[in-house]
């Protein structure tokens, strides 16, 4: 039997609790894969949310300085922001409407950012806008094709197609409702309505994929595909083996390794109980820093783990506010001591691994990732100062 430490150890004043590193390069070479998949269409960079919670600023940069000309945001924050890293060049499209309000409407002509229009009102009020200073910016007019959020349907397109015109939208677009499953019908007839939508509008950009969308079969590529998910290493079919490259890494130094007797249990609830004499790690990132509280084994399923020195381990009990106890007791690695990082997110452990252990997408895990993260953005091989 190995010698176990003492107690406890703790190590004084760490200088991160938990450092996230963002790996600009496989960003680009992402980026590069669905392009090079879509060609001859162009390809956009979905960059919400604070490009899916990695940073919005290096990552418009990054993707701008690799040749991507088109963003796609949903706040006019956003849009600010990308315009001030990316520079005057790419067009910037706002999804979540226009807002027909003055300011808003001076900012978005101000900054040269496009609306996404979702409704005949919102048409009709940028037709109607003529702004004191500079021009009116280009538009999208977003289609409804059966996700029933925003969106004008096919026949009020067809109804409006005079009144479309009018604007000169640069794109007409739609989205999938279910693109990451490859055999849902509904993708079939999604594209069909957007063909029948669009066909009295000829010569106008359309675009219709999203990350799933671009591996479809039918490769609705149209003119421009908008992938998001997928530049950010997300697998774009969960079930199966994933082509892009992981964007993410999350490290954790341990605070604190502790030993407990078997029939101990450890957290909140006593949801996890000691089957063995086991040695704890303590980490200090919790629900709080994005790791969903409910990445923990259950009879059913396997819970949330880390890498501890090459060995798999799993979380023991409930993930709490700001801490996560890791059972490391498998950990034969004489170096295990305070101090020493794990990993809890990288090439084994994905962010579509954590999500199904979370019962999530791996979406939900990206956009939490928490802000008390030390961030390193790796670009051309080398860290880059935030
Ligand atoms: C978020 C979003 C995308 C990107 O979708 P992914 O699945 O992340 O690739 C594309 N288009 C619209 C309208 C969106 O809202």
């Not at 960059?47 to 990552?59: H, L």
């Amino acid at each position: 039997m190995t010698r176990l430490p003492p107690l406890t150890q703790s190590i004084p004043t760490p200088q991160a609790l938990a450092t996230l590193h963002v790996d600009l390069d496989a960003l680009v070479a992402n980026w590069r894969l669905l392009a090079a998949r879509a060609a001859p269409a162009a390809c956009a960079a979905v960059i919400k949310a604070d490009a899916y919670g990695t940073g919005i600023a290096p990552a418009a940069q990054a993707l701008a300085a690799a040749g991507c000309n088109t963003f796609f945001v949903a706040h006019l924050s956003e849009a600010l922001r990308v315009r001030e890293a990316a520079g005057p060049a790419p067009a910037i499209y706002l999804l979540n409407g226009l807002i027909d309000h003055a300011d808003t409407l001076a900012a978005l002509t101000h900054g040269h950012i496009r609306p996404v229009l979702v409704s005949p009102e919102q048409v009709r009020a940028w037709t109607n806008y003529r702004p004191r200073h500079g021009t009116r910016p280009s538009c999208a007019v977003q289609i409804d094709t059966g996700m029933n959020r925003f969106g004008l349907g096919v026949i009020q397109t067809e109804t409006l197609a005079e009144t479309i015109r009018e604007v000169s939208p640069s794109l007409l677009m739609t989205h999938f409702v279910s693109s990451e499953y490859r055999d849902d019908p509904l993708n079939e007839r999604q594209i069909e309505r957007f063909e029948r939508a669009t066909a009295r509008l000829p010569g106008i950009p359309r675009s219709m994929a999203n990350s799933s969308g671009i591996f479809l079969p039918q490769q609705p590529f149209f003119d421009l595909v908008r992938p998001g998910y997928a530049l950010y290493g997300g697998n774009p079919f969960p079930d199966q083996p994933n082509p892009m490259r992981p964007v993410v890494r999350l490290t954790a130094p341990i605070l604190q390794l502790r030993e407990v007797e078997a029939g101990e249990t450890v957290g909140y609830n006593a949801q996890w109980t000691a089957k063995r004499r086991s040695r704890l790690a303590v980490i200090g990132v919790g629900y709080a820093d994005g790791i969903p509280r409910n990445a923990m084994a259950t009879e059913t399923q396997p819970g949330g783990e880390a890498i501890v020195l090459g060995t798999r381990c799993p979380f023991a009990g409930r993930v709490s506010m700001d801490i996560i106890v890791i059972d490391v007791t498998d950990v034969t690695d004489a170096a295990l001591a305070p101090g020493v990082e794990v990993e809890l997110l990288n090439d084994v452990i994905t962010v579509d691994d954590l999500a199904s252990r979370s019962k999530t997408i791996g979406y939900e895990i990206l956009t939490s990732l928490g802000r008390r993260y030390h961030r390193v953005y790796v670009s051309q091989g080398r860290p880059t100062p935030p």
